[in-house]
């Protein structure tokens, strides 16, 4: 099975696309906080979509980590 | 939320928890202090606790399951806690700087409470590994 780019580069360097997600989805959201408070309380969720894309990319090794950590 | 595991739990010693507790106080009475001589309004003054304060403190306890709960276990894998945690500061102030200058949010006009963030990382175990 052939992976897709974006998934490959997740498995061989995780933590710079989980930042670049996490830097991405938030910003990208940001321009549009003057509109709705929603908006930037969205975007606070950037880090967390990020984490989870990123897992679920790298093929979801790490899920059972991450759930783990992030227990309250 | 803690994004800990329970064996991380199990090793931290009280004095690492006394740290993570108290050092925020003076840190951010001295954020306080500064922006106060800088002619800002005092944090209740300009802050009340409100509904929507709750809501934000809930969804930035949501960040952390990208910053602790995902980038820093990795980043341990690949350096000691210091580095690690110096690296993801520095990235995680990255991250909010943008929130400084948009008006429609809360951080807009304060540059001194940035002070405050800077005792939101670097507390980490030095014992604490990531996973293997």
Known sequence: MTMSPLAETARRTPLTTFFALA????????????ASIAVSLLALFGPAAAAV??????????????RDRCRA | ?????DAERERFSARWYLLAVLLPLPISALAGGLESLWGAPGPTERQPISTLGIVVF???????IGWRGFALPHLLTRSGPWIASFILGTLWALWHLPLFFIAAIPQFGKPVSALRRLHHRPVHHP??????
């Open chain 2, 58 to 64: 809930v969804l930035v306890l949501g960040e952390e």
């Open chain 1, 53 to 66: 894309i990123t897992t679920v990319l790298m093929g979801g090794r790490d899920w059972h980590d991450l």
């Open chain 2, 1 to 5: 939320m803690t994004c800990a595991t």
């Open chain 1, 23 to 34: 830097f991405a989805l938030t910003w990208a959201l940001l321009p549009l906080a003057r």
């Open chain 2, 127 to 132: 014992d604490v590994s990531g996973p293997a």
